[in-house]
């Protein structure tokens, strides 16, 4: 019984950090149409500037507080200057941000070489519940994404700059005659979803180390995740994410990880195969 909780927690625990990346994955994909294959290596800034200001003396919150908003920022920026001229094809807006993305990969990793840089958890120990004890930090992994997915889909569903944002969405053309600026709200959504990567990297940098490929570990998975979900609302990702969380955490247990991977690969191709529009299709949240 003790055995079963443990495994179903680290399920639990590896499902959430998937639905982090996803969450920002999803959002840009799902707003903008395009996907942001840069996504993983967001992910990795953010881890990285965790490990900078813990290598730098500060304490590990200050990192990961600082990384949404660092990353964030480098989003805005990107969009600006270069993805935004390349909506009109999205197959070379997404080369675009694959660019951007090995680029990003390759200047941490000139700064870290091949090394595995390692990061404490802010919240150590174990949660003792009877003779079970789990990951107070993956615990707290958990906690936190569960208030981020709340308040993505308070911002999108309540909020003014949610409305924009699917005004945008559903009609630019009439967004823009509404008095909404599109090319403001295509720079802030690609920040968001860029801000929620770079948190997911420093949330996961304790469990997982800092090294320079960290982003593609994630970034497929991913990928998948979006497509089994479907494209165009803020369920569909994170419906998907759920589904490829839990097989890639699931299968490991009873079989060799590699084995597990394909497999999970596998059934993604055959359900996207059968149902191409993903779990939950439409637009909207």
């Known amino acids: 019984m003790a055995n079963a909780f443990v495994a179903a927690f680290e399920i639990l625990s590896f499902g959430a950090i998937i639905v982090l990346i996803v969450l920002g994955l999803g959002i840009i ?12 290596e967001f992910v990795l800034l953010g881890a990285y500037i965790t490990y900078l200001a813990y290598a730098k003396g500060m304490p590990i919150w200050a990192g990961m507080v600082a990384a949404p908003f660092v990353v964030g920022a480098l989003g805005f920026a990107l969009e600006a200057l270069i993805i935004r001229r390349f909506y009109a094809a999205p197959i070379v807006a997404m080369l675009g941000t694959y660019a951007l993305g090995l680029i990003i990969r390759e200047s941490v990793r000139g700064l870290i070489g091949g090394f595995y840089l390692t990061v404490p958890e802010p919240i150590g120990g174990s949660i003792d519940i009877g003779a079970m004890h789990i990951s107070a930090w993956r615990f707290t992994i958990i906690v936190i994404t569960l208030l981020v997915m709340a308040g993505c889909y308070l911002l999108l569903s309540r909020t003014s ?13 009439l967004a823009r005659a509404s008095g909404i600026s599109t090319p403001l709200m295509y720079g802030a959504t690609f920040a968001f979803g860029s801000a929620l ?61 590699v084995v597990a991977d394909v497999l999970v690969f596998v059934l993604a191709i055959v359900f996207i195969k059968f149902r191409p529009q993903g779990l939950i299709a439409g637009k909207g949240v």
Request: proline letters at 6%; a positive charge.
């Open 29 to 40: 994909a799902s707003m903008m149409g395009i996907f942001n294959f840069a996504q993983g």
């Open 197 to 257: 990567a770079g948190l997911a990297g420093a949330l996961i940098v304790p469990v997982f180390s800092l090294y320079a490929d960290l982003g593609l570990r994630f970034l497929i998975q991913g990928f998948v995740a979006v497509m089994v979900g479907g494209v165009g609302s803020f369920i569909g990702p994170v419906a998907g994410a759920g589904v490829i969380g839990t097989l890639s955490a699931a299968l490991p247990w009873v079989m060799a990880p």
């Open 161 to 173: 700059f949610g409305l924009r944002m699917r005004a945008t969405l559903e009609n630019p053309s």
